[in-house]
């Protein structure tokens, strides 16, 4: 006899069975996935942290707090990003919130620029990694210009160029220095006196004196400028001192004059500084050069002893040249630039301009300039 309940049974078996492999999950499956999403959850350390064009000091890990990084004076800003593979973790840069895996822009002062960087995801206690760069700070140790309120440089101003001579009539008992440095962060002392805006007042005395301008890059080079002045001597006017009168004497008459009628004298009577000028220019200079020859290169024109500025074209690969000046009188004193050396470092990739100082006595002086430039 057929049981009637039979197709029934079958089906509940069948469901049963399906039931039970559908929903069944491994249980080292379950916790091991569980785990994982958990330790995300909890994950509060950053991934990444890079500066553009710029290596850290040392490669990057996720359980390594501090870092480094050099940059030259001229890298003023750095662009700087961090990450985070935890996307419910929020990131702050010296306390400003950043967006994980975009690069901020930060500017850099000289010196050390630390970054403190943290990382929460809002359930436990902050990660915080440290960042510190370094920018070197500014060796410039040039002068722009030198302005003075009387007399002019001798040569020209050219911020290589650290000898000049400076003559003034004797009425000018001192001069106002306005050093300009190339760089701001640059200090300027004038005879010891730290130099402001405004310059420094300095008092020259009759004769040969010397006015030195020390300026003190960021990074503490010095180099200094220094400036001779030769202030004239005074001129006794001669002419305007009253001769004796012989007839001047007890029971002489005395001559008489015409009133208002000028005397022979006061016509003649010129200033002092007139006269002292006539006198200078009237002195030739003797702190000459006779010759001057370099190694190599081409000359804009031909030396003579009374011109004192050349250009000079010398070939591109060329990295040193030497002068051989000669003296127009053997007792006088050659320096190039500021040296007996003769062979100079040309530069790389600019003009180099070289001073040849001649001098004569103490109060005889002259400066010739020649400017190497490298074919291109």
């Not at 403190?116 to 920018?135: A, E, K, P, Q, W």
């Not at 000046?325 to 600019?350: F, Q």
């Amino acid at each position: 006899m057929k049981n009637p309940n039979k197709p029934l049974n079958v089906m509940l078996v069948f469901s049963l069975v399906w039931m039970g492999v559908g929903s069944y999950i491994p249980t080292a499956y379950a916790e091991t996935n569980t785990a994982t999403i958990q330790e995300n959850q909890r994950e509060n350390t950053l991934s990444r942290v890079e500066i553009e064009g710029v290596e850290l000091d040392q490669k990057f890990a996720s359980d390594l707090y501090e870092y480094s990084a050099n940059v030259d004076n001229d890298v003023d800003t750095v662009k700087l990003l961090v990450d985070s593979t935890n996307t419910d973790s929020s990131i702050t840069i010296n306390g400003q919130t950043v967006i994980s895996g975009t690069a901020g822009t930060y500017t850099l002062q000289t010196g050390e620029n630390k970054f403190i960087i943290s990382v929460n995801n809002g359930s436990s206690s902050s990660t915080t990694y440290t960042l510190t760069i370094s920018r070197e700070k500014n060796a410039n140790n040039l002068l722009q210009n030198i302005e003075l309120s009387k007399g002019e440089l001798s040569p020209k101003f050219s911020s290589i160029v650290t000898d000049y001579n400076v003559n003034v009539p004797n009425e000018v008992p001192t001069i106002k220095i306005k050093p300009i440095a190339m760089e701001k962060t640059s200090a300027i002392k004038v005879n010891g006196i730290l130099a402001m805006k405004d310059g420094v007042e300095v008092k020259v005395s009759v004769g040969k004196s010397d006015i030195n301008i020390t300026i003190t890059a960021e990074n503490g080079a010095n180099k200094t400028y220094t400036i001779h002045v030769m202030r004239d001597k005074a001129v006794e006017d001669k002419a305007t001192i009253p001769k004796p009168n012989q007839n001047n004497k007890p029971g002489a008459a005395q001559p008489s004059s015409k009133p208002n009628s000028p005397t022979k004298s006061a016509k003649s009577a010129q200033p002092a500084s007139q006269l002292q000028n006539a006198v200078m220019s009237e002195k030739a200079s003797k702190a000459l050069l006779s010759s001057l020859s370099v190694s190599e290169g081409t000359w804009d024109s031909t030396f003579t002893s009374d011109e004192f500025t050349y250009h000079v074209t010398v070939p591109s690969d060329g990295d040193e040249i030497t002068l051989k000046p000669i003296a127009k009188y053997s007792s006088s004193d050659i320096l190039i630039e500021g040296d007996t050396s003769k062979t100079i470092k040309l530069e790389a990739d600019r003009q180099t301009i070289i001073s040849v100082v001649v001098s004569y006595n103490d109060d005889d002086r002259k400066t010739y300039v020649l400017v190497f430039e490298k074919k291109s």
